[in-house]
């Protein structure tokens, strides 16, 4: 087999069979085949697509490239979530200890931030002595005792995917709906996922602008579960401003804990839920959404979610006292109000802008190697559809001293993002779609 050969039969709009593409990603992987053919097989993946049985493949032999986790020494079926990225979206520290209290075993690897989109693990480690990193048994372990855990990927997890994902990232072949279907795919299958439910943003600040690219996205990605024997559920979710009101990972934390002390921004609670739903449901722990809900909503006010995050916090070393006391978490130094020019309705939040600030402010990283600053971040005062005064405070930035350069573009990208209508603004659904 050539990979020149293969690369010409799908320029020409035909099908590749398992081995071929087997071939290619294989050889990918140990370096037979050079990054030069594969980014030329890439663009002809952009312009041709692939079917669903082909998405199906790349998905498998991605997966298998790397390590496979074999998560059958934890009692139960294993639902994995997904997001497919934005900002403010700290859905895993609220849903991960609902879902758990509720009986389906959270067993859960989550990534870090990059760029404008904030990651679990970030978030997780402004709890002082949080340990993202446990070993194997003792992962297995804390999933059987108190059903749940969140560590950081591991490094040897899907290579393949990481290999190409960066080649992709230059050359112009990431928005390719089976290649990103297959990518994210194949990270939830390597990490031993039963079943699987995907929230995917829609958008300014999601991957996916518009909600048909969204929903041909989650098709993608649900035909692979199908194939592959995992049953998977996508939910489409609004990312046209951020999720709940605060980007930052300590921040972030303070709006997840009061979530799961039913204090939380109404958006963030109803998503939460949603995913929930399908979780337990998928998990074998209710018959219907409607009944799932109901035992989510007994576990929020029982104060039963808040215990399962405490005992996780507590489980990975992390320092209690500042969940009892947020107050106790990383504070920034610096408070600056940003103001609304104009009076009128917030029309628009350019969610992609807002987590620029919160880089800018040292929230995020710029680069794969940035030091973040875990106080650091943006509190939305406003959302759409909210009233708002000449002169009255739309958002307000943290930041520590060593971020003072980045405090005036932060600030006039917060003002930018928002879009003021003079007329009343009705406001966008919180859930679009569900793709089964
Ligand atoms: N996220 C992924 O993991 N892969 C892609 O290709 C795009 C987004």
Redesign the pocket.
């Known amino acids: 087999m050539r990979a020149v050969d293969l690369i010409r039969k799908k320029r020409d709009g035909l099908e590749l069979s398992n081995e071929e593409i087997g071939f290619l990603i294989q050889g990918y992987s140990v370096g037979d085949v050079p990054d030069y053919q594969m980014a030329a097989w890439a663009m002809a993946v952009y312009y041709q697509g692939m079917s669903a049985r082909e998405t199906a493949d790349l998905t498998l032999h991605m997966a298998a490239s790397g390590d496979m986790v074999d998560l059958s020494s934890i009692h139960g079926l294993m639902v994995d979530k997904h997001s497919?990225?934005g900002v403010g979206d700290k859905t895993t520290i609220v849903l991960g200890p609902l879902v758990a209290a509720a009986g389906v075993p959270v067993a859960k690897m989550s990534g870090r931030g990059l760029g404008h989109t904030g990651g679990t693990i970030d978030k997780l480690e402004a709890i002082s002595g949080f340990s993202v990193e446990l070993g194997k048994e003792q992962f297995f372990n804390q999933v059987n005792e108190i059903g749940l855990a969140v560590v950081g990927q591991s490094g040897n997890m899907t290579p393949a995917?990481k290999k190409l994902?960066g080649l992709?990232d230059v050359t112009a072949t990431?928005d390719s709906i089976p290649?990103?279907a297959s990518?994210?795919m194949s990270?939830k299958i390597a990490a031993g996922a039963d079943a699987i439910v995907l929230d995917v943003k829609t958008g300014s600040g999601a991957?996916m602008k518009t909600l048909d690219d969204s929903i041909r996205l989650a098709k993608a990605m649900v035909d692979i579960g199908t194939q592959v024997g995992r049953s998977t559920v996508a939910v489409i979710s609004d990312m046209d401003q951020p999720l709940g009101y605060a980007i930052g990972n300590a921040l972030e934390i303070k709006e997840a804990v009061a979530t799961l002390k039913g204090e939380g921004p109404a958006d963030l609670e109803e998503v939460c839920l949603i995913l929930a739903s399908h979780m337990l449901v998928l998990g074998g722990k209710a018959e219907s959404e409607a009944e799932a809900r109901k035992i989510l909503q007994e576990k929020l006010s029982s104060g039963e979610a808040l215990d399962k995050l405490k005992a996780l916090v507590q489980a990975q070393g992390g320092d209690i006292t500042q969940i009892h006391d947020l107050q106790l978490l990383p504070q920034a130094e610096i408070i600056v109000e940003v103001k609304s020019s104009s009076d009128g309705f917030v029309e628009s939040i350019q969610a992609e802008e807002i987590g620029i600030a919160a880089m800018l402010l040292g929230a995020g990283r710029e680069t794969k190697d940035s030091i973040i600053d875990l106080a650091a971040g943006v509190v939305l005062h406003k959302k759409i559809g909210d009233p708002v005064a000449l002169g009255e405070t739309l958002a307000v930035l943290h930041l520590n001293e060593v971020h003072r350069a980045g405090c005036v573009e932060a600030g006039n990208r917060v003002r930018e993002a928002y879009g003021i209508s003079t007329v009343k603004v009705q406001r966008r659904p919180l859930v679009f779609a569900l793709v089964t």
């Open positions: 497919t990225g995917d994902y992709r990431v290649l990103i990518s994210v990270k991957f």
